[in-house]
């Protein structure tokens, strides 16, 4: 198994011992992802105050660790949100490799979506 893999199984076992414990299986898969998706925003939150975001403050020194363990935090949202809505961990690789090709090639003016030519345009 493959580590993504293993995050994805490891994300769904905690997800579902956290609906049995807390009774949270009748929650639509839409509210789900509205609940999680707030989560993340209060965990990318606490990651800007870990990297310093208030310039009018002095900064802190950064904590490495901190850092990583809010990193952590979000990508555990994500993940919930990515098996709720039914995406397996093959599935957000495809998904991703593909946005990856397309965002390469915006950069590189091949895209065929508006918005991204590289160079003035007349």
């Known amino acids: 198994m493959d580590k993504l893999e293993r995050i ?8 579902d011992k956290l609906k049995d414990e807390r009774d949270l299986h009748d929650i639509p898969m ?3 992802i509205q609940k ?3 989560a993340m925003i209060s965990e990318l939150a606490e990651l800007l105050e870990e990297v310093n975001f208030k310039w ?12 990583h363990e809010e990193l952590s935090d979000i990508l555990h949202f994500f993940i919930s949100m990515c098996i709720e809505s039914g995406m397996s ?3 957000l690789y495809n998904v ?8 390469h090639m915006r ?11 590289t160079g003035i345009q007349a």
């Not at 009018?56 to 850092?67: A, G, M, T």
């Not at 950069?107 to 030519?117: A, P």
Request: aromatic share 12%.
């Open 8 to 15: 994805f199984e490891l994300q769904k076992g905690f997800q």
């Open 30 to 32: 839409h509210e789900w």
């Open 36 to 38: 999680q998706t707030l």
């Open 56 to 67: 009018w403050k002095n900064p802190h020194e950064l904590n490495s660790q901190n850092i």
């Open 89 to 91: 961990a093959d599935d």
């Open 96 to 103: 991703y490799v593909g946005k990856n090709k397309e965002n």
């Open 107 to 117: 950069q590189d003016g091949m895209s065929q979506k508006h918005g991204y030519e």
